[in-house]
């Protein structure tokens, strides 16, 4: 399987405040909107969020509890920076993970996790424990 492009979809009553938290701090674009979804998509298209009324005529009910949405970032230090810069309350603060990550994780309208990371190098132990992987 060779996948093109990533699209995650997130149940929420909070449709147009989750439009306006990626848009405004992520640089998501609009794509599509309806009174019960949203599609936003990143400059280059090759990926999208997207929110949906938890309950339509449809379907089952969604809380958005569980979730985590993952970014790779160029620069962490420097979004850590310009999120806090920006108000958005910090979850967990900036820090180096041993399996090779340097990350800090804030929340958005629906709760859901934004885990904001730059890989990095992982360190010798976890190397060790790990390298039977």
């Known amino acids: ?3 093109k492009r990533i699209d995650v979809t997130f149940s929420t009553e909070r449709l147009q405040e989750s439009k306006d ?3 405004k701090h992520f640089g998501f ?3 599509f909107e309806s009174n019960w979804y949203i599609e936003l998509v990143t400059p280059k298209r090759d990926a999208g969020i997207s929110f949906t009324l938890p309950e ?3 379907g089952e009910f969604f809380n958005g509890r569980g979730c985590i949405l993952s970014l790779e970032v160029d620069d962490v230090d420097a979004e850590y920076k310009r999120l806090q810069k920006e108000g958005l309350l910090i979850y967990q603060e900036i820090q180096e993970k041993p399996w090779g990550e340097r990350s800090f994780v804030i ?3 629906n709760g ?3 885990y904001i990371y ?3 190098e992982k360190t010798e132990e976890y190397k060790a424990l790990y390298s039977k992987f």
Do not use: G, W
């Open 56 to 58: 339509r005529e449809e």
């Open 112 to 114: 859901v996790h934004v």
């Open 118 to 120: 730059k890989l990095i």
């Open 1 to 3: 399987m060779k996948i």
């Open 21 to 23: 938290f990626y848009m």
């Open 107 to 109: 929340d958005d309208p």
């Open 29 to 31: 674009e609009l794509a």
